[in-house]
């Protein structure tokens, strides 16, 4: 059985990966980035559970575009990133946002700081081994009954030597779709929708879980 990364990275290096690998495809990986069906749902759900003009964080933010964008429309966002490239074109593209270069699992954020917390296809470059004590920063950081959603892997699958994004090395941990949820659960959230969705990305078909959760 071929070796994952999991078993040959340690989890710094294994960040190193992805934070290498975003600073490199940024520029191309923004450029191609568009607001899906599936994606604008989401929002749609997030925004109309949580306050006008609350404040945000969004997990992996990128260089802003589409999401973190549509999601200033309605909220205060405060966006983190491993990329200094990506978050320098946030600050850019989100001029009203407040950007910051962070590792995910280690914030510095108040308790019960934030109305909600959103994250798109970026906690599933988060180590196995690291996801439930996010899960519970993260619900540290909500306010009362505030919200997370989430896309992330749905499939129980690490990245192995040779797998790329856009030509890039790249380092993907992730749980199926039961064993994410029954975390989120754990870490103190109920959750409102649960659901695999497909969409087309680059002409390929990807499925992601989409989760819903509520602090408790």
């Known amino acids: 059985m071929p070796k994952t990364h999991d078993d040959i990275l340690k989890a710094e290096e294994a960040k190193k990966m992805v934070e290498d690998g975003y600073d490199q495809l940024s520029d191309e990986y923004t450029r191609i980035r568009r607001l899906?069906?599936?994606?604008?749902?989401?929002?749609?759900?997030?925004?109309?559970?949580?306050?006008?003009?609350?404040?945000?964080?969004?997990?992996?933010?990128?260089?802003?575009?589409?999401?973190?964008?549509?999601?200033?429309?309605?909220?205060?966002?405060?966006?983190?990133?491993?990329?200094?490239?990506?978050?320098?074109?946030?600050?850019?593209?989100?001029?009203?946002?407040e950007f910051h270069r962070m590792d995910m699992t280690r914030m510095s954020f108040k308790k019960n700081s934030f109305d909600a917390v959103f994250s798109l296809l970026a906690i599933i470059h988060v180590p196995r081994e690291e996801k439930a004590g996010l899960f519970a920063s993260i619900q540290e950081i909500l306010k009362p009954n505030g919200h997370l959603l989430i896309g992330?892997?749905?499939?129980?699958?690490?990245?192995?030597?040779?797998?790329?994004f856009m030509d890039q090395p790249m380092y993907w941990s992730q749980f199926g779709a039961k064993k994410t949820e029954a975390m989120i659960i754990e870490a103190g959230f109920e959750i409102i929708q649960a659901t695999i969705e497909e969409c087309m990305f680059r002409g390929e078909l990807e499925r992601h879980f989409f989760v819903l959760a509520k602090k408790i």
Request: hydrophobic share 30%; charged share 35%; proline share 5%.
């Open 36 to 97: 899906s069906t599936r994606d604008r749902k989401y929002i749609d759900l997030l925004m109309e559970r949580s306050p006008k003009g609350g404040r945000l964080l969004d997990l992996g933010c990128g260089g802003g575009i589409p999401s973190t964008k549509e999601l200033a429309r309605h909220f205060k966002v405060v966006g983190i990133d491993f990329s200094h490239n990506q978050i320098e074109r946030a600050r850019k593209n989100v001029p009203e946002g």
């Open 152 to 164: 992330i892997g749905c499939d129980d699958w690490v990245s192995e030597p040779g797998d790329d």
